[in-house]
C-alpha cells in the first residue's frame, strides 16, 4: 500500500546521514575475509528497506559449501531465517519467524544476537525487531549448548549477498554492525521515542565493544562506501558505485515508487524503487510510495529513453486497473509527450495547455505541486515551462490547476491526497525512468537541496517546496 506518512519522522537525537542501494539486478554486494573470532558469541545489526519481494534475499552471512554456513536472509516467503549449519554436527540453527516483511515503505531494524553458551535454548538465538524481541516462530532449532558455529571464521563473509553468487538483497541498508564476542539486545542499538513510544529509532553504536573482527559500516563515504567506520579493514565493494550512497535512512525515510501499487500492466523496478521501466504498448504508470496531503513539494524524473508519450505528473491513484495512463481520468495530471511534434499538459483525461516543450533521453522533468493553492509546475531541465512560477502562490502563474482534494472529493477507491507519478502513454516503445524525490538514484553534476537541507536533486528547488521525506511530511505535511 501507498504511505501518507512514513516511520521515523520525529528527530532521533541522533542522525543517520547515508545508507547504500543494493541493486539485485547488478549483482551488488560487499565481501571481506578475516581471521577466526568467537564462534560462539556474536551479535548482528542492520537497518533496511526492502524494495523486492518475493525472492530469497541475503543481509549477512559465509558460505564454504552448503554443508558448511551461517546466513540471515529474507525467504522467497518474505519471511527472515536464520540459519547455521556444518558438515561435522549438522543444523545448529534454523530460526523462521511467522511475521512477513512486506512493507516497502519503511525501515526495519533487524538485531540477531547469539550466545550458545546460555543454558536456556531460547536465550542462544534471539531476534529483535524495531525495539522488541521475537519470541513465536513458525521454525525454531536452537544450538546445542556450548555449540561452534560456522561463523566469524576465517574465510569470505558478505554483506547483502549468498556466497558472492546468489541470493542478493535489494533495497537498501543503513547502520550495519557486526559484533564479535558479546551478544547485545536491540536497546544497545536503538531506542523508543520519548514523546513517540512506538517510534524505534537508532542510537550511536561507537561505544560498543566490536571485539575481533567487529565491523559498522556507515556508508558516509561515496568513494568507499565499503569503509569500517570502526577502523577495521575496508570491505570490498562489488558492482556498488558512488551514486549508490542516499540520504534516505531511518532517521530520514524518503519516497521511491510503488511496486505493490496495480497501475504498472507487468512493469519492473530496480535500483531501489526509483526506477522504473513501462511495457511497450501499454498504458501504464508507477506512482510515489508517500503522498501530498498538504503543503507543497518538488520531485525530479529523469527519462532514460528516445520515444514519444511520455508522462510526468501526479494523481490520487484512483486507478485500478492495468492498462491506464496517467492524466486519464479526474484527480490525475500529467505533462505529456502527445507525439513526436509536441508536448501537452493533460490533466482530468483532457489537454489544458497546449504546444509544449517536447522531452525525451536524458531530461529532467521536475513538478512542483502547490497543494496549498492547488497548482502544479512542470520544469525542463532546470527552466519551468509555461513561463511557470512556483513561488506565484493562488496566482499560479503558468500553473496547471489541480483538484482541491482536502474535503475529501478524491475518487471513492482512492485516497483524498495526491502522489506523485511516472509513466507511459501507449506506445510500441517501452519506457524507462528515474524518480529522485531527493534521493539522487542518477549523478547529480551540481546538488541542491531544499530550505530544510533535505535531499539532492539536480536542479535547484524553488523556494517553500521541499523533498518528500518523512522529515518533511512531519513538518509540512
Not at 302 to 308: A, G, S, V
Request: proline share 2%; aromatic share 12%; glycine share 10%.
Amino acid at each position: 500500500m501507498a504511505t501518507i506518512l512514513g516511520a521515523n519522522t520525529l528527530s532521533s537525537g541522533y542522525e543517520v546521514a547515508n545508507s547504500c542501494r543494493f541493486n539485485d539486478g547488478d549483482s551488488a554486494y560487499l565481501n571481506r575475509s578475516w581471521g577466526s573470532g568467537n564462534q560462539k558469541t556474536w551479535t548482528f545489526s542492520v537497518w533496511v528497506k526492502r524494495s523486492t519481494l518475493g525472492t530469497e534475499q541475503h543481509l549477512f552471512g559465509q558460505r564454504e559449501d552448503d554443508s558448511n554456513r551461517t546466513n540471515i536472509f529474507f525467504t522467497s516467503g518474505d519471511l527472515l531465517n536464520i540459519r547455521s549449519n556444518s558438515s561435522a554436527a549438522g543444523l545448529h540453527v534454523n530460526v523462521i519467524t511467522t511475521q512477513k516483511f512486506m512493507d516497502v515503505s519503511a525501515w526495519y531494524h533487524i538485531v540477531v544476537a547469539v550466545d550458545t553458551e546460555q543454558s536456556t535454548n531460547t536465550n542462544r538465538v534471539k531476534l529483535y525487531v524495531n525495539g522488541t524481541q521475537v519470541t513465536s516462530f513458525g521454525t525454531a532449532t536452537y544450538p546445542a549448548e556450548d555449540a561452534t558455529l560456522v561463523i566469524n571464521n576465517a574465510v569470505s563473509h558478505e554483506v547483502g549477498s549468498y556466497d558472492t553468487s546468489a541470493g542478493y538483497f535489494d533495497g537498501y541498508m543503513a547502520e550495519v554492525v557486526w559484533i564479535d564476542g558479546t551478544q547485545y539486545a536491540a536497546s544497545n542499538f536503538g531506542e523508543f521515542d520519548d514523546d513517540s513510544p512506538q517510534i524505534w529509532k537508532p542510537k550511536d553504536v561507537s561505544g560498543l565493544t566490536f571485539g575481533t573482527n567487529g565491523f559498522y559500516l556507515d556508508f558516509e563515504d561515496s568513494s568507499n562506501l565499503g569503509n569500517d567506520a570502526n577502523g577495521g579493514t575496508d570491505w570490498t565493494e562489488n558492482n556498488i558505485a558512488a551514486t549508490d550512497q542516499t540520504t534516505d535512512t531511518c532517521t530520514n525515510n524518503f519516497a521511491t515508487l510503488n511496486p505493490l501499487e496495480n497501475y504498472h500492466a507487468g512493469g519492473t523496478f530496480a535500483e531501489g524503487n526509483t526506477y522504473y521501466t513501462s511495457v511497450s504498448s501499454k498504458h501504464d504508470f508507477a506512482i510515489s510510495t508517500m503522498a501530498m496531503p498538504a503543503g507543497k513539494w518538488y520531485a525530479e524524473f529523469k527519462i532514460h529513453q528516445d520515444t514519444d508519450y511520455n508522462i510526468v505528473g501526479i494523481t490520487d491513484h484512483g486507478y485500478q486497473g492495468s492498462n491506464q495512463e496517467l492524466s486519464e481520468d479526474n484527480y490525475s495530471y500529467g505533462f505529456a509527450n502527445y507525439d513526436a511534434s509536441k508536448s501537452i499538459v493533460r490533466g482530468n483525461g483532457s489537454t489544458t495547455i497546449d504546444n509544449m516543450p517536447l522531452f525525451g533521453d536524458g531530461d529532467i522533468i521536475g513538478v512542483a505541486v502547490d497543494i496549498t493553492n492547488s497548482k502544479l509546475y512542470f520544469s525542463k531541465n532546470g527552466t519551468f515551462i509555461n513561463s511557470g512560477d512556483p513561488t506565484s502562490g493562488s496566482t499560479g502563474t503558468g500553473a496547471q490547476s489541480i483538484q482541491d482534494l482536502s474535503s475529501g472529493s478524491g475518487t471513492s477507491y482512492g485516497q483524498d491526497v495526491y502522489f506523485f507519478g511516472i509513466g507511459l502513454w501507449n506506445t510500441s516503445a517501452a519506457g524507462n525512468y528515474s524518480a529522485n524525490f531527493g534521493n539522487a538514484p542518477f549523478s547529480i553534476s551540481s546538488g541542491n537541496s531544499d530550505a530544510n537541507g533535505h535531499g539532492n536533486f539536480e536542479y535547484a528547488v524553488p523556494s517553500g517546496y521541499f523533498a518528500l521525506c518523512t522529515k518533511n511530511l512531519a513538518e509540512h505535511g
